[in-house]
């Protein structure tokens, strides 16, 4: 059967302020390959239903019978609620509205970790000098991926006789540990809002405006922002002082997290960053806070050093993963 005539799955990836559609096929070499990407902003539709159904009258091909949807949430049954956004929706019932075969629901950084054995070396960008370390041969390799969005995204990745296998987690929503008495404060100030912070709550989008209002009270600032993209706005035109100091911090926390992940998950072949704030953070993620925080695990420093992080600048990661997820579930 020639590559363009091949059946194509229906693949989504559904975060709290966008969902993203494609079709996807696998290409000759196994990759998967999207076709008709669109985005949408989350509030323009009542359900997730309503935006497919959009979607699909919009593109001009077969409807296709199968679907994989990457979704920011826990996956533990047949209703999903999304952690970030005001939809939900029942596994089944979404199968019957769309008419599907046979529908998937996975955790979007479940699809991300289904993405990274699939990037070129042209899609990704290292942050640090760490060199991916020599394999022996039929060993497993062991991975981390996380990133924030309008959440924080995290899971595991294991390459075992090279299938992926991908454990997801919702590891976001562990307590935030500081790393210095500014944090301390930083952590006291949040509490007076809720009793538990989570790292979410700081590695975020909403979690840098939270840096940002704490960091202007503990500092005796006037908070003249009022969104993610105006404080980054800020520190990149150097205009604010409170604007980069929480934009520092947010890249610091962000690397002791991911040493952290690194060591709960044995993550010790590499580190990837995904979501939708790394790309726009890059120049201060890889400005150096991120690198040493992610190092300075006292007894373990020595091994921190020698694990490689990179960030993932594929535009779509978790359709590509969808993909993947989609085709690799195949029987032979």
């Given at each position: 059967m020639?590559e363009?005539?091949?059946p194509?799955?229906?693949?989504?990836?559904l975060?709290?302020?966008?969902?993203r559609?494609?079709l996807?096929?696998a290409?000759?070499?196994?990759?998967?390959?999207?076709?008709?990407?669109?985005?949408?902003?989350?509030?323009q539709?009542?359900?997730?239903?309503q935006?497919?159904?959009?979607?699909?009258?919009?593109?001009?091909?077969?409807?296709?019978r199968?679907?994989?949807?990457a979704?920011?949430?826990?996956v533990?049954?047949?209703?999903?609620?999304?952690?970030?956004n005001?939809?939900?929706?029942?596994?089944a019932?979404?199968?019957?509205?769309?008419?599907?075969?046979?529908?998937?629901?996975?955790?979007?950084?479940?699809?991300?970790?289904?993405?990274?054995?699939?990037?070129e070396?042209?899609?990704l960008s290292?942050?640090g000098?760490?060199?991916?370390?020599?394999?022996?041969?039929?060993?497993?390799r062991?991975y981390?991926?996380?990133?924030?969005?309008?959440?924080?995204?995290?899971c595991?990745l294991?390459?075992r006789?090279?299938?992926?296998?991908?454990?997801?987690?919702?590891g976001s929503?562990i307590?935030?540990?500081p790393?210095?008495?500014?944090?301390?404060a930083?952590?006291?100030?949040?509490?007076?809002r809720r009793?538990?912070?989570?790292?979410?709550r700081?590695?975020?989008g909403?979690?840098?405006?939270n840096?940002?209002?704490?960091?202007?009270?503990?500092?005796?600032?006037?908070?003249?922002?009022?969104?993610?993209?105006?404080i980054?706005a800020?520190?990149?035109e150097?205009?604010d002082?409170?604007?980069?100091?929480?934009?520092?911090?947010?890249?610091?926390?962000?690397?002791?997290?991911?040493?952290d992940?690194?060591?709960?998950?044995?993550a010790?072949?590499?580190v990837?960053?995904g979501?939708?704030?790394t790309?726009?953070?890059?120049?201060?993620?890889?400005?150096?806070?991120?690198?040493?925080?992610?190092?300075?695990?006292?007894?373990?420093?020595?091994?921190?050093?020698?694990?490689?992080?990179?960030a993932?600048?594929?535009?779509?990661?978790g359709l590509?993963?969808a993909?993947?997820?989609?085709?690799d579930?195949q029987?032979?």
């Amino acid at each position: 059967m020639e590559e363009k005539s091949a059946p194509s799955a229906l693949v989504a990836d559904l975060g709290g302020t966008n969902v993203r559609f494609a079709l996807a096929q696998a290409d000759r070499a196994g990759r998967p390959r999207l076709n008709c990407v669109s985005e949408f902003a989350v509030l323009q539709f009542a359900s997730l239903s309503q935006a497919a159904e959009h979607y699909l009258a919009r593109v001009d091909a077969p409807r296709p019978r199968r679907s994989v949807i990457a979704v920011a949430s826990a996956v533990t049954g047949d209703r999903i609620r999304i952690t970030n956004n005001p939809w939900s929706f029942s596994i089944a019932a979404l199968k019957e509205e769309l008419g599907l075969d046979e529908i998937h629901v996975i955790n979007d950084f479940a699809a991300i970790g289904r993405a990274v054995p699939h990037l070129e070396p042209t899609e990704l960008s290292s942050i640090g000098s760490a060199s991916p370390r020599a394999q022996l041969h039929g060993a497993d390799r062991h991975y981390a991926i996380l990133g924030p969005g309008t959440g924080l995204g995290v899971c595991r990745l294991m390459l075992r006789e090279g299938r992926a296998v991908v454990i997801e987690s919702e590891g976001s929503h562990i307590a935030f540990a500081p790393g210095s008495d500014y944090e301390i404060a930083i952590l006291q100030h949040l509490m007076k809002r809720r009793p538990r912070v989570s790292v979410e709550r700081l590695i975020s989008g909403p979690g840098l405006h939270n840096l940002y209002q704490a960091i202007c009270a503990i500092d005796g600032m006037a908070a003249a922002m009022d969104t993610p993209e105006s404080i980054t706005a800020g520190a990149r035109e150097g205009t604010d002082a409170a604007c980069a100091r929480a934009v520092e911090l947010f890249c610091a926390i962000l690397g002791s997290f991911a040493g952290d992940v690194a060591l709960m998950f044995g993550a010790w072949d590499g580190v990837y960053l995904g979501g939708g704030l790394t790309g726009t953070l890059l120049p201060w993620i890889c400005a150096g806070a991120f690198r040493r925080r992610f190092e300075d695990k006292g007894r373990f420093s020595s091994l921190m050093q020698t694990i490689p992080t990179s960030a993932i600048a594929h535009a779509q990661p978790g359709l590509l993963g969808a993909g993947a997820w989609a085709f690799d579930s195949q029987p032979a």
